[in-house]
């Protein structure tokens, strides 16, 4: 809408520009002309598509501009601002004795013409400087704020996470936030929150029983953790799937989302998302198994093959055992001889000690 606005804006002006402009002509040029209206109306058309080409640059320029803004921090728009009226002040401070000079008529010009150019250099020059000397800035504004220490690197700012369904009915995330590996503030979109609700009243036995688990979880993490965990009324009626309204809220408040859903992960990878996948996590920390290694392991079932025994450790991996059929019920230990790590995560092949020792 405000697109639109922009640009019938610079059409009307630029109509209304051409059709009073022909009164600018000389007498004589105006006497020979039959139809008045008509060449008005002619000219106002054609400065109207001049303007609505102007009126479409000027709207990819403030649009570009925007996201620039959207994708500064802060400190930076504030330290910009404050560069911007200091150049502004010290324009008008040296440009003031020019208008007391005396210039002749013809050259009266010069002054609007100076002042402008002059204020324009210095604002600009005020505004990088802010940007090189903008800790230096809020230091002397106050020394000890916690934004001068973001600014000057020597604190990293925490970005906010933004909780996806999935990961609050996983339950793994009060364990994070009890640890303290979670930093930052979390944000629970209105959406998800009808959905944790939808899924806690679903027909189906199991599915009401992961939400209303959900929903227990949820509600004793916002007890412990009442100033971290904030519920935003935000909605997008226009985009149908919970996944893209996700996507979309991270992108505008400049979040990271935190989930534990795969493909949700790799759509938002795509759009340039951040993301925490709590599965990414767990891998990351589960013990590393090299070939040699041993693992007192319980044969579960056998495997696909005739052969194969299956296991798992206690952190969920899958150990595949050679010839382990013939334990199916059993301990034994096992020696490693391969590990293999996939998107669903990771596989470890062995063998009964006695037989890799045979």
């Avoid at 013809?106 to 100076?114: A, G, R």
């Avoid at 027909?203 to 412990?224: A, Y």
């Amino acid at each position: 809408m405000l697109d639109a606005i922009i640009i019938f804006s610079f059409v009307l002006a630029a109509a209304g520009v051409g059709f009073y402009s022909t009164d600018l002509l000389p007498h004589g040029t105006l006497e020979r002309v039959t139809n008045l209206e008509a060449l008005r109306l002619v000219v106002a058309a054609f400065a109207a598509i001049i303007g609505g080409a102007v009126g479409l640059r000027f709207q990819t320029g403030y649009r570009r501009l925007e996201t620039q803004v959207r994708e500064m921090s802060p400190e930076t728009i504030f330290t910009r601002a404050i560069g911007l009226v200091i150049g502004l002040l010290v324009a008008n401070l040296m440009l003031a004795p020019l208008f007391l000079l005396p210039i002749p008529p013809d050259f009266s010009f010069i002054k609007p013409l100076v002042a402008v150019v002059g204020s324009i250099v210095l604002a600009y020059t005020g505004m990088n400087l802010a940007d090189t000397h903008g800790r230096g800035l809020l230091r002397l504004i106050n020394p000890n704020t916690m934004e001068t220490m973001v600014v000057e690197g020597t604190l990293k700012p925490a970005n906010t996470k933004v909780l996806d369904t999935s990961c609050i009915i996983d339950g793994r995330i009060e364990g994070l936030l009890e640890t303290g590996f979670l930093e930052g503030q979390i944000i629970l979109p209105q959406f998800v929150l009808q959905e944790l609700q939808q899924v806690a009243d679903a027909s189906k036995d199991q599915k009401r029983v992961r939400g209303r688990r959900g929903l227990e979880i949820l509600n004793r993490i916002q007890e412990t953790y009442p100033n971290r965990i904030l519920i935003n009324p935000v909605d997008y009626e226009d985009i149908p799937t919970v996944d893209a309204k996700l996507v979309r809220f991270a992108q505008e408040i400049n979040g990271t989302l935190l989930t534990n859903d795969y493909n949700l992960s790799q759509v938002a990878s795509v759009q340039k998302v951040p993301v925490l996948n709590v599965n990414d996590l767990v891998n990351a920390v589960r013990p590393s198994y090299l070939p040699g290694d041993n693992i007192d392991l319980k044969i579960l079932k056998e495997g696909k093959e005739p052969s194969q025994g299956v296991g798992y450790l206690e952190d969920g991996t899958m150990v595949v055992v050679e010839e382990g059929s013939n334990y199916v019920g059993g301990e034994l230990r096992v020696v490693v001889t391969s590990a293999l790590q996939t998107s669903a995560g990771r596989m470890i092949f062995a063998k009964p000690q006695a037989s890799a020792w045979a």
